[in-house]
């Protein structure tokens, strides 16, 4: 595979439950809900205020329903005017807080939708995974994780397309960048304070960890596609949801794309040789990977053959869509 260089977030560089700068105009607060999801937390940023962290601000990803996260955030917020609630997507580690806020602030969640329509099934997992001892040790691998659940329950206020300002106050503006591929309705959040230009990328582009994409609502063809769009970007950082600032972005991301690429002609090479399930070509294309992973694999080797179908490349047997349970040969 193409070697990314992730990098990780010293667990004694933060407290959670409380705000710590994390760049100019931005502070994080980081929830304690770490798992082999969430990587340390969930860390809710905020944006804008005086050097005394006070005045008009804006909320990004407000977190997932967890009570201590709640209180810290109110403590942060205290003595602020908050404008807006931007919500990347709606996984329940990002969005739920959302509601709390919004009654409590009167701000406005600001988002590109509600969690997009599952348009097809995707059939069920045809390997019974036996539970590891550390399955839920906290991994920093370029292996994707599968999901926590989803936040149905999110609907924004106002609905943000790409290039839309959702923000603004002296000094600093905030416009919309939608990427679709983890999930259809994920937006990005750029930063422009005149100096420095700080994205936020929730888990569109994470340091820690590659993002996962599981169909059917997550799309290989649309991250590769959002991924191109950030790459070719002049951002300064890049501030994700989980794990730590990325400095020098688009080479970083350059990276993350040809590392998807490699593992698409892996799949590929893996269906020319005879293999034509999806457990079959995680067996060998994972063969390196701890097995309690091979489950969050399959989704990731589906979400590559239905690129390749999507492409021509590949057909599906015994079913109109690819699904984990099909069976998949060269066309």
Request: proline share 7%; hydrophobic share 40%; net charge negative.
């Amino acid at each position: 595979m193409v070697a990314v260089e992730f990098l990780t977030l010293d667990r004694d560089s933060f407290t959670y439950g409380t705000s710590q700068a994390v760049a100019p105009h931005v502070r994080r607060v980081i929830a304690e809900n770490p798992s082999k999801f969430t990587y340390h937390g969930t860390g809710t940023y905020i944006v804008g205020g005086d050097h005394d962290g006070r005045g008009d601000v804006v909320v990004i990803d407000p977190g997932p329903r967890l009570d201590t996260h709640r209180d810290a955030l109110a403590a942060a917020l205290a003595g602020c005017t908050v404008r807006a609630i931007l919500v990347t997507h709606c996984h329940a580690d990002h969005s739920p807080l959302a509601a709390w806020l919004a009654a409590e602030s009167g701000a406005p969640t600001i988002a590109f939708g509600p969690h997009g329509d599952d348009a097809w099934d995707i059939g069920d997992d045809p390997v019974v995974d036996e539970p590891s001892p550390d399955d839920t040790a906290t991994d920093t691998a370029d292996e994707p994780v599968v999901e926590e659940t989803t936040d149905r329950d999110f609907t924004p206020d106002v609905v943000a397309a790409s290039g839309d300002v959702v923000a603004a106050a002296d000094g600093w503006v905030v416009t919309a960048l939608h990427t679709p591929g983890h999930t259809s309705n994920h937006t990005c959040f750029a930063l422009d304070d005149g100096t420095t230009r700080s994205l936020f990328t929730g888990d569109h582009v994470m340091g820690w960890s590659t993002t996962v994409v599981s169909p059917p609502d997550g799309d290989m063809t649309a991250y590769l596609e959002s991924l191109r769009v950030v790459a070719g970007r002049r951002d300064d950082v890049a501030i994700p949801t989980h794990g730590p600032p990325i400095p020098n972005p688009a080479v970083f991301v350059g990276g993350l794309i040809d590392h998807r690429l490699l593992r698409e002609a892996q799949v590929l090479d893996a269906v020319r040789g005879g293999l034509d399930t999806v457990p079959a070509m995680v067996e060998v294309l994972y063969a390196d990977v701890r097995r309690e992973l091979h489950k969050p694999a399959r989704r990731s080797v589906l979400a590559h053959l239905v690129k390749l179908v999507d492409d021509g490349t590949i057909a599906v047997d015994g079913a109109s869509r690819p699904r984990l349970d099909a069976r998949y040969r060269l066309l």
